[in-house]
């Protein structure tokens, strides 16, 4: 069986570029956003039409809607601000809102947890001058507390919260573990001194 792709244009004018980008981060690119946006709802609208998707609740149409963000390539850090712009919700119930996606969806949206684990410890910096010395940057509330429940599976101490806001301190074991379960080479800290 054959699958062919159904094309649409849909009108995005300058003010509407101008107006998606002032509720995104500046760094995000409104014109990838609107076409991953105009995507997902075309899809879902086609979806309905065929009887493959019909939510019971408007809890489960945005759930289904914040996975089709996140598997159309909208990365959790991003997401937190999509999903808030699209719903006109505050920061605090997207976040929530991605938590409980990704607690039900938690199979289809394991690549891209990973995926955010991943990148979060590949950027980490040892610190000699800490008892937990690698620090690493999670912004994302659902990746933090991720690596928190997969170093507690490993019973590693879990990560902590630094002075710094977004970055969380990791002892050596912690760190290790952690890089194995999302499957990256652990750096040498001789090597970051």
Known sequence: MSTEHVKLEIPFSASDKRQLQKVLSPKMDSMKVAAIIAEIGAQEALDQALGKSE????????QHRV?????????????????????????SSSRRLIEATAARFDVELLDHI???AREALDGAFFDNGKPQAWEITVPSTLIRKWLQEEANKGNQPPPRPS????VWLLPDDTYRHLCAAVDIEPRDPDAER
Not at 67 to 75: D, P, V
Not at 163 to 166: L, M
């Open 163 to 166: 002075e710094k806001g977004a």
């Open 67 to 91: 996975k089709s963000l996140l598997i159309s390539g909208i990365t959790i850090r991003e997401a937190e601000v999509v999903v808030a712009a699209i719903f006109k919700i505050p920061p």
């Open 55 to 62: 939510p019971r609740t408007l809890t489960e149409q945005r």
């Open 114 to 116: 990973l995926a955010s």
